[in-house]
Every structure is written in C-alpha cells, then in structure tokens.
C-alpha cells in the first residue's frame, strides 16, 4: 500500500448525489445499527458506484470495523459464513441478505504462506482499517466508500477521478493482482464493456501477459462470471476482447469464436437487453452452434442418431470442464438438434412430433437469431413461425368417453351340485 499521501479525498454530502432514498431500507438498518453501537459502517464496492453513476445497484453490500463476532452480537438474524474468509450475512428474508465484511488488508511479507495456491485465501482475510481495505480491491471505482455517519464519499485510491474520466484501473501492479486471482481479468473485461469505460493500458498489458493463468482459476468460478456475462447482456462484447487478448482460449478450455458466433452472440444480448432472460442452456447452444452446423449443414442428408451425437460432442469438452448439469446439457442439444431439423425445411419425415416437442418453440428463437446473422431464407423462418402458431392454435380433439360397462350379474349356476345322500 502507498504510504504517500495517507489522507483520503472526501466528498461532503452537498458534493454528491446519493441519496439515502436510493439505498435499500434493510441495509439502511444495517448501517445504523452498527453506526450507533460505536462502529464504522460503510456502504462498500459496486454499488457505491452505481449510485454515482446513476444506476440501480443490483446489490449493497456493507463494510465495518467491527469483527464477524461483534456483528453477530448485535443482529440475531445473522449468520457467519466462510470457514477461512468471515462474512456476516444478515437475512431479513430469503431474498433479502445483506452482506457485511469487516475491513480488511495486504499481509506482510513474513505473513504469506510457503505454498503460492494459498496466498489468496490469506491475502481475503486479514483485518485492517478501511485505507488498508481499500488498497486490497481490485479496481480504482469499486474502492469507494460511502459513510453513514456524515453521507460523505471516502475515497483512498482514486477511484472518483476514475469515475469522471470513465477509465478503468487497477489498484497496485496489475500483474501481481492478476496472479493473486486470475478472474479479476474477466471481470476487468466485464466491467470495461457494461459501464463502457476505458480500460487502463497497463491493465490491458497485463491481461495479454497473464491470460494462460486463468486456466488455474477454479471452474466454478469462472462459469459463474461466464454467465453474469449473458446476465447482464455484454457476453459478446467481453469474449470478443478476451480472444483479442488471448484469454479465451485458456478461459474457456480451448474454446475459439469464429465471427458468426460473435455477431449470434451480439443478437443473443439484444435479446437479453429487450428483456428476455438468458438460460445457461440457451446460452451453451448459441456458443457451439457455429461449429456444429458446420459438421452437420442442412443441406446434408445425416441421420438423427449421428446429429445427436455430433451435437454431444460439441457441447461436451466445455460441459465436462464446468460439471454442466445434465438437464442444462440436454436443452443445449435439444436446441442444436432443434436447429438443424428447422434448417433443413419443412415437409420432412416426423414434422408433426418435431412441432409438439416442448423444445421446438425455443430452438425457433435461436434459429431466428442465427438467420439473421447468415442472412437466411426469412420465408423459411417464417414458414415455420406459421406452423407453430397453428398448432398452438388448433383445438385440442376430445377424448371419446369411457362407456360405461354394467356390472356382471351373478350366475346361480355356477355352484357345483351337492351330491344327494
């Protein structure tokens, strides 16, 4: 951490516009509760930045100097998590969990631990003051804290000449902070793409330099940045950038994106944007619908049994790599599979089951987005959109009724004749 220039500029409340108005009421209590018993009580990371920007936070999250322990003296809904890294969940219901970190800061030297794989667990979990805390971040803009006591804005790293200039910058030495967590370059990604800022050249320079080192980063991980990627409709953006830069292909497994995938992936977040939620399954077939329609073109003659197993095999590296679940892997290759029956036209053999297959509507949706980037026959598109609505439309055939059977009369005869005696 510099030891230059240790004051913090800070911006008065008449300076800014948050508003406490803005701020969730059960973080508010949070905040005040901790204020009153004596304890600092920021509101930390993105959302501070959001309100600044004038976007709606998607989460708060609250920074103290108060222990793990002492926050749960003062909440009886609060539950400690983490076993190595402790945070303070409060709940005030099941969608509803404010998360409270207490500050924390860079070990020494004498502090790390022999082995590299653990220096990011310890690097997570020191205490330190909220200067030391905020050096610990990862960019300049997501480094800012905004102070109850006063409603003033605190900032150690820069973040809101940052914030002005729209540039994104790492705190400290890129490389180091690369190596420490390797997702920090999809994230760095991330953000330069939904807040449209700059990325910083050092940044960039480290991105290229450090790209083979995301293959270490833990899977789960990644595909969970993966898919805030499709969440928050910048998936083509960031994965275009992360092949420039080299990180695709480690990222992702060896995973490339030919252009066509790009543009469907540009089509897929115009989609997102238009407010049509992005599945995981939906998602995975638009990633590996290029290459698999380029092993099974329409155009051929292929049996279903070896399109499905083309369609196994192209979805299969990346779903074993991330543990995809089962039922995702099945709507991905339903959806491929769904693709290349639409492409091939209609009037083929098992059309009628094809249109009552409860993944026809959605592998439509793809096939749509994919017409648009090759420039497809629309009149094929919209052949099929008419035989769809038509079959949603037409009246569902009556089942005939059970007719009744009468219930069997008892024959008297059926005893066996006693013998006389």
């Not at 094809?354 to 993944?359: E, S, T, V, Y």
């Not at 497809?376 to 569902?396: F, K, T």
Request: charged fraction near 25%; aromatic fraction near 8%; glycine fraction near 6%.
């Amino acid at each position: 951490m510099p030891a230059a220039d240790p004051q913090p500029e800070i911006l008065p409340r008449a300076e800014h516009g948050i508003s406490r108005t803005q701020i969730d009421e059960n973080t508010l209590k949070v905040l005040y509760r901790l204020h009153r018993n004596g304890y600092l009580a920021y509101l930390v990371g993105g959302s501070v930045r959001d309100l600044l920007l004038g976007r709606t936070p998607k989460d708060f999250d609250v920074g103290t100097d108060a222990t793990p322990a002492q926050v749960k003296k003062l909440f009886r809904n609060c539950f400690l998590v983490g076993r190595r890294f402790r945070l303070a969940h409060i709940c005030f219901s099941r969608n509803d969990v404010i998360e409270v970190a207490t500050f924390r800061r860079q070990p020494a030297l004498e502090e790390l631990p022999e082995d590299p794989a653990e220096h990011f667990l310890l690097v997570q979990n020191q205490f330190g003051t909220p200067r030391e805390d905020a050096f610990r971040r990862d960019f300049t803009i997501n480094a800012m804290f905004y102070n109850i006591a006063d409603f003033s804005i605190i900032d150690h790293v820069g973040g809101l000449e940052d914030l002005a200039a729209r540039r994104l910058r790492v705190i400290g030495d890129p490389l180091v902070r690369f190596q420490e967590d390797p997702v920090r370059m999809l994230r760095a990604l991330e953000f330069e793409a939904r807040l449209d800022f700059t990325l910083d050249e050092v940044a960039s320079a480290g991105i290229r330099e450090c790209a083979p080192l995301i293959s270490e980063a833990a899977p789960a991980r990644v595909r969970e940045e993966v898919l805030e990627l499709f969440r928050h409709a910048v998936a083509a953006k960031v994965l275009r950038s992360a092949q420039t830069a080299g990180l695709l292909d480690p990222l992702l497994g060896g995973y490339q994106a030919d252009q066509a995938t790009l543009d469907l992936l540009t089509q897929l977040d115009q989609r997102t944007t238009a407010g049509t939620k992005c599945e995981e399954g939906f998602a995975l077939a638009a990633l590996f619908l290029s290459s698999f329609l380029q092993k099974c073109p329409a155009t051929g003659d292929l049996q279903i049994g070896d399109v499905l197993q083309t369609a196994n095999r192209a979805i299969g590296t990346y779903s074993n790599y991330f543990r995809i679940a089962h039922g995702i892997r099945h709507q991905a290759r339903e959806l491929l599979l769904g693709c290349y029956r639409l492409g091939r036209g209609r009037g083929r053999r098992g059309e009628r089951r094809f249109l009552q297959h409860p993944a026809t509507p959605r592998s439509l949706e793809l096939f749509m987005l994919w017409s648009r980037v090759t420039g497809g026959e629309p009149e094929l598109v919209d052949s099929w959109r008419d035989a769809l609505r038509n079959r949603e439309e037409a009246p569902q055939s009556q089942p005939k009724p059970k007719t009744q059977r009468r219930p069997r009369r008892r024959r008297s005869g059926n005893r066996r004749p006693q013998p006389n005696t």
